[in-house]
């Protein structure tokens, strides 16, 4: 059986909505694609194909076929930047061009007639150099039997240049009404220009935030060789395992583990944390973030795609090419809208010629209907919303894994939390001793100290690094006869004196010592996780092993309340521990003790229970990647293990529950401004196309010139993109 792939194509030659929609189609069609999206905002197609039934070569023919171009990779940033500088050059001239030709036709036209022919020449030049790429893409178009907003602005521009030009031919055809409008030519070219070069500067900084990411990747690294000695290297060329160094302000290269040397490395690009981190022997490095005022040496641990910086880049870019379900109703309207407007145009003109006779104003309303109607508002009003959205969220340090999970968490009621690693460190360290232990590790002479060491120095379960660690500056006992007692601790024999350290059950079996009394005459064993350090005839220590809350915790859940969320809480520890966590965090709804199947079954109950309120489960384990798949949004943690990060619809890169209210936040904000958007386009299009076909004449003898209709045309594209660049300053 074929795994199916996911791959994202940059796409040339879209124009509009209706372009987007064409891809899109064509790609769904291919046998071996399972699902295909294309945004007009990114300009990007986003396929999953089966490789065995289809390859990206053949994705390319059939789109190049429908009359655009599917590319392996994105063009270079340089040809993208010469493109745009040609393009503000054509745009430039046709404005000043066309500012002089209204200015003639206004003012000198009137009393000098011979000036149409300088009108004509120049208007020839404006449409034929300046506007050439709408009538070329209409005709590839036309070959194809499709549509899209350069058919309507072709129509419009050649309708009103060859009207115009027939005037001046042959004046005597329509006698009075042998009017020129090489303005309205010249003016729906210089307005649309302008529009498309404003728009595509301002849809360029909905993808900042991803080429941030992007800029965040070295080229070079020094790695240290054998003898030694360092070597300047490719970043393509560092493979695991290799050691590397890190000046200071220099950017970590790849993911990996600090050996040597000790700074604050700069991660706020990657997690969104502003504060600089402290690095030293035995943390973690990641790609791209910024090292301080000190050296490493570091070993590569991830290297390439692998790396976090990679996987986020690789997650920004899938969900900003993904569609939300809220972008429905406008692709079927974009799907049909040019063929529409054609019909609406020519409508206007069938009216006109029969209710008043009047041919020039017959014609004019058609041109101004062409160059009023604009689908790439429809089109651009989610996908830009979600592109710059999703750039913000990875600012953030919240990874969206589609736009349909940023469309779902706005309507998150309900969120579960985990309790491990969720709102506490994830691991145990130990606690203070209580007043009420009489066998504290403060009490341990130097030779037991060193036997404990010596002990959890070759134990794996998590605990024996907390205990190591409390050990430092201890040097560890000879061991002999080491066991691992699996579920109950591990023991070994030193100076032949057998030692043990492990739970209650574990000292019941091996030591004969009764149990210790508490002062009240209690057993001082109670259900918290204790670790019994002694011998066969002697309890030596008592250690209290505990998971910390986050420092960040208590806000995080007083954030979501104040969100409006019925925040709940579900844990594997037992009872009493689950309590005591959820009555200092103030949570109301809560459960210790649950399995994973549990854990599940208990979302399940939730969603069936929540009146419309979707149910979001936020979780770091193994354990919890049931549950997240079960909510109607998971949300993992990024710290936790990638089961269960593939399970969720957000990723937290740092693990700080803060961070979900920031998502949630962001979701419905994101979501609000794209019903803004597709609300102001549906009304622009609705109001202005019955003003454009001459709806107001009767009424209040109103006139929409096609000049203005293309800028009014202009600045509806122009204003949704500038409403969801509102999202980056959240």
């Known amino acids: 059986m074929s795994t199916l792939k ?5 796409v040339e030659g879209l124009h509009c909505a209706a372009c987007a929609a064409r891809v899109e189609k064509t790609l769904s069609r291919l046998d071996g694609v399972h699902a295909a999206a294309c945004s007009f905002a990114t300009l990007e197609a986003r396929v999953e194909f089966d490789p065995a039934l289809t390859s990206p070569d053949a994705m390319a023919a059939a789109v190049e076929r429908a009359g655009y171009r599917l590319l392996a990779e994105a063009p270079a940033p340089e040809a993208e930047a010469d493109d745009y500088a040609q393009a503000r050059r054509r745009t430039w001239l046709a404005i000043v061009l ?20 300088a009108l004509w020449l120049t208007a020839t030049f404006v449409v034929v150099y ?3 790429e709408f ?8 070959r194809n039997r499709a549509a899209n907003m350069d058919t309507l602005i072709a129509l419009s521009v050649g309708a009103s240049y060859l009207f115009s030009t027939f005037n001046l031919f042959f004046p005597n055809v329509f006698g009075d009404e042998a009017h020129l409008y090489f303005d309205s030519a010249c003016g729906i070219v210089a307005f649309v220009l302008l529009g498309r070069l404003i728009e595509s500067r301002a849809k360029r900084r909905t993808g900042d935030a991803l080429r941030r990411l992007m800029g965040l990747r070295p080229q070079t690294c020094l790695r240290v060789k054998a003898d030694g000695q360092t070597e300047e290297v490719s970043i393509g060329s560092v493979r695991e395992g290799d050691r590397l160094v890190v000046r200071s302000g220099e950017q970590i290269p790849v993911d990996g583990e600090v050996e040597e040397g000790r ?5 706020s690009l990657l997690t969104g944390e502003p504060m600089p981190v402290l690095k030293q022997a035995g943390s973690s490095l990641f790609e791209g973030t910024l090292c301080g005022d000190g050296a490493l040496t570091m070993r590569a641990r991830s290297v390439g795609s692998q790396t976090l910086l990679a996987r986020i880049i690789r997650s920004v870019r899938e969900a900003q090419s993904s569609k939300a ?7 079927k309207v974009a799907a049909v809208f040019v063929p529409a407007v054609v019909v609406v145009a020519l409508l206007a003109l069938a009216a006109w010629l029969i209710f008043s006779g ?19 508002a429809l089109g651009l009003a989610t996908p830009t919303a979600i592109a710059v959205g999703v750039g913000r969220a990875a600012e953030k340090g919240i990874l969206v894994r589609d736009a349909a999970s940023l469309e779902t968490a706005c309507k998150v009621g309900t969120i579960v939390l985990d309790k491990t690693g969720t709102l506490t460190e994830g691991r145990p360290t130990l606690a203070p001793s209580s007043p009420d232990n009489p066998l504290p590790l403060e009490s341990l002479g130097e030779t037991d100290r060193a036997v404990l060491l010596a002990l959890e120095e070759r134990s794996t379960h998590p605990v024996a690094r907390a205990i190591c660690e409390a050990l430092k500056g201890t040097a560890p006992a000879a061991l002999t006869d080491f066991q691992t007692l699996p579920g109950r601790g591990v023991c070994g024999v030193v100076g032949g004196t057998k030692y043990f350290v492990g739970n209650k059950d574990l000292a019941a079996e091996i030591s004969t010592a009764k149990i210790a009394k508490s002062s009240d005459g209690f057993d001082i064993f109670d259900e918290k996780n204790q670790i019994i350090f002694g011998t066969t005839d002697a309890l030596l220590s008592i250690l209290q092993v505990e998971d910390r809350v986050k420092d960040s915790s208590a806000s995080a859940v ?10 709940h809480l579900l844990s594997g520890d037992s009872a009493a521990a689950t309590a005591s966590l959820a009555s200092s965090l103030g949570i109301a709804h809560w459960r210790g003790g649950v399995l994973p199947t549990e854990k599940r079954e208990y979302v399940r109950s939730l969603r069936g229970a929540s009146g419309g309120r979707l149910v979001a489960m936020c979780g770091d384990g193994i354990n919890d990647s049931a549950a997240l798949a079960e909510a109607d949004l998971g949300i993992a943690m990024g710290s936790g293990s990638d089961v269960a990060i593939d399970a969720a619809g957000l990723t937290l890169v740092r693990s700080d529950l803060r961070a979900v209210g920031d998502a949630l936040s962001l979701s419905r904000k994101t979501v609000r401004i794209v019903k803004e958007n597709l609300f102001w386009a549906f009304i622009y299009n609705i109001v202005l196309i019955p003003v454009a076909a001459g709806a107001l004449i009767p009424l209040c003898g109103f006139v929409l010139p096609p000049s203005l209709a293309a800028a009014a045309m202009a600045l509806s594209s122009v204003s949704v993109v500038s409403n969801s660049l509102r999202l980056r300053r959240v």
Not at 6 to 10: E, Q, S
Not at 98 to 117: D, E, I, K, S, Y
Not at 325 to 331: E, G, S, W
């Open 135 to 142: 009538f070329v893409n209409a005709w590839k178009q036309a």
């Open 558 to 567: 007083e954030e979501l309340r104040a969100l409006g969320l019925d925040v």
């Open 358 to 376: 009047n041919a020039t104003r017959a014609i004019l309303s058609a041109i101004t209907v062409l160059a009023v109607a604009c689908p790439c």
């Open 6 to 10: 996911t791959a994202i194509f940059p």
């Open 325 to 331: 379900p809220v972008q429905t109703l406008a692709d």
């Open 130 to 132: 300046c506007g050439r």
């Open 263 to 267: 700074s604050y490395v700069d991660e």
């Open 98 to 117: 066309a500012a002089a030709v209204v200015a003639l036709t206004l003012f000198a036209l009137p009393n000098q007639p011979r000036l149409g022919w």
